[in-house]
Structures are given as structure tokens and as C-alpha cells.
């Protein structure tokens, strides 16, 4: 099959590789309909994230057709549904599955001791993210294996487009995740930093939770990615942010951040919520609210392409060129 493979610092080729096998009772094999490329994809395109090896499948953003069922998921899926692939991998039966805590998930990172050194904890297993995150083969390819696709798997309806439905894999309930989690009251003020594809959702999720003023902030810093872990948004979110209030964290921050100030935060009460999204949590809500027309997540793709023009979607999204902001690929 042809799939989107890195080999290196900006360099992510389309391949020629072998085609994925049901290796456990629980896999899944799909034939991949629509993939996207994410802002975090470009962390791992500019070799910012440590322990990824060339020969690595890029993509964690698939939806797809079930081709092939291993013999324990059978009772879940059958050939031919129509999927929607969260980017964690989720055991389900875990003490942090069975309360809804699905980003560290404590069965699926096959790599586990990676992440224990460099997070102090195992995450999840993620798709197409690192050995830190074991190393899964990604979705931005014509076929993917899902392991523990008996509940790794959103199942969506025939007759709504991939367009509408790709994004419950990750930019969606990862942008509603950081609005819900700012507790976000009727009539509330609500600041946004980061106006990218998941900023996009978070302002959308704002208002369906009933912030009356959102202010979204964006720099030409964050945009380019010019840096990884962001102190500087940390710190202001603490300095405009009024007494009791909440800030919530969502994004790709892996390393330590430096100078925040600690008493400030303490002295105006604030509270600190933070996480990869649990993205099973909130994908039966979001569905829903996109059959109703509630939400429509396509807004945000500027670009389509076939797979193999994947390695210049890369380079025309990282330069941020023919403002392009959301690219979704088709095998
Ligand atoms: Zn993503
Ligand atoms: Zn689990």
C-alpha cells in the first residue's frame, strides 16, 4: 500500500510499504477513506519530538471503511462499517478507561518504559506518534491496523460526508475538551490562545457552551511553530486571567516550561485543568450535535489532495502557504 512514511528531519516521502495484517484477536484492519494532517504532525515533520525512526507511518486524524475484524472485536465491528478512528488507542477494560480517562489509557503503550522517563507515567498508545507513545503505524495511508479496535473505533452513520465526520478523530473533542474543561459558564468572558484548526473548534465549542465574549489571540510565532513548548502563553494566561478562574491546557507541551508565576496563580485561586483529549468521552455528544447541524467541522480544511501529494501538503501547510490552515488527504 502507499502510505505517508518519515525518513527524517522535513523529509516525509509516499511510500511503497507492506500492507497491515490482524496481528491480535483484537485488531481491525481499515481501508482508509480520508486522513488529515495535524499541527502536531509538523512536530514530528521538523524533528521536534524525540524516538521517531524512519520507516515510521505518519497520521493519527483516519476514518475508514472495516475491512477485516480479528476474532474478539468481531462482536463490535463487522466488515463494511463506516469508522471514525480516535488518535489514542484504548483498551477499555484499564482503571483509567472505566472512568472515561482514555488519553492515558494504562494498556495500550506497547513502548511503555519510553514514556515512563520521559512523562513519568505511561500515556496511551498513539497512532502514527512516536515510540514514546509505542510506536504505532499511522493512518495517512490506504489501509490501517487498528489494535484494540473492539473500542478503538467511532462508528458514523452512511449519508453524512467524511468531510463532516473526519474531524471527530482528534481537532474536535480535543478543541470541545479545552472548552469544557474551562468550566465555561453562560455569559462568561472567554480567552483563546492559538488560532489554529483546534483553537477553531475551541471557539466553536465556546459558544455552543454559552461563553458570551471570546477572545481569540493568536501570534505569528505560534502560527509558523517556531517554538514547541510555549512558557510565554502560560504566563499570560495566568496575568489576564480574573480571580477564581480557570485555565485549561490542551496542545502538545513535552518537555518542562520555565518562570511561571506560581504566586500569581495561587493568590487569584485560579484552577489548572489539563490533558490530551479523552476523545471517546465526548465523540457519541459530537456526533450527535453534527447530525442536528449544531457544528460543522469542515470549515477548517483549505486544502484536499490525493495521499501522494502528501509530502507537499506537509511543506506547503508547515509554510503556512496559500493559506493553508487544514489539509485532508484521500488515498
Ligand atoms: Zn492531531
Ligand atoms: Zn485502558
Known sequence: ????????????????????????????????????ICGSDLHLFHNLVPAMLPGDIMGHETMGEVVEVGSEAKGKLK????????????????DQCRKGNFSVCQRTNRKANFGDAAFGHRTAGLFGY??????????????????????????????????????????????????????IQPGDTVA???????????????????????????????????????????REMIYVCRPAGTISIIGVYLGLVDKIPMG????????????????????????????????????VITHKADLSQGPEMYAKFRDKADGCIKVMLQP
Not at 79 to 94: A, L, S, W
Not at 157 to 177: A, H, V
Not at 198 to 220: F, T
Not at 274 to 299: K, N
Open 264 to 299: 500569581q496563580a495561587m493568590n487569584k485561586g485560579l484552577t489548572f485543568r489539563m490533558a490530551q483529549a479523552h476523545v471517546p468521552r465526548w465523540t457519541g455528544d459530537l456526533l450527535r450535535r453534527i447530525e442536528d447541524g449544531q457544528i460543522d467541522p469542515s470549515f
Open 192 to 234: 483563546i490562545w492559538g488560532c489554529g484548526p483546534v483553537g477553531q473548534m475551541a471557539i466553536r465549542s465556546a459558544i455552543l457552551l454559552g461563553a458570551e465574549q471570546i477572545v481569540a489571540i493568536d501570534r505569528a510565532k505560534q502560527m509558523l511553530m517556531a517554538e514547541n513548548d510555549r512558557p510565554h502563553v502560560l
Open 79 to 94: 466488515k463494511g462499517d463506516r469508522v471514525v478512528i480516535p488518535f489514542t488507542i484504548q483498551c477499555g477494560e484499564c
Open 130 to 183: 512516536t515510540h514514546l507513545t509505542g510506536g504505532y503505524p499511522g493512518g495517512q495511508a490506504e489501509y490501517l491496523r487498528v489494535p484494540f479496535a473492539d473500542t478503538t473505533h467511532v462508528k458514523v452513520p452512511d449519508g453524512i460526508d467524511d468531510e463532516k465526520l473526519l474531524f471527530l478523530s482528534d481537532i474536535l473533542p480535543t478543541g470541545w475538551q479545552a472548552a469544557v474543561q474551562a468550566d
Open 1 to 36: 500500500m502507499r502510505a505517508l512514511v518519515w525518513h527524517g528531519k522535513e523529509d516525509i516521502r509516499c511510500d511503497t510499504v507492506s500492507d497491515p495484517e490482524v496481528e491480535d484477536p483484537r485488531d481491525a484492519i481499515i481501508k482508509v477513506t480520508s486522513c488529515a
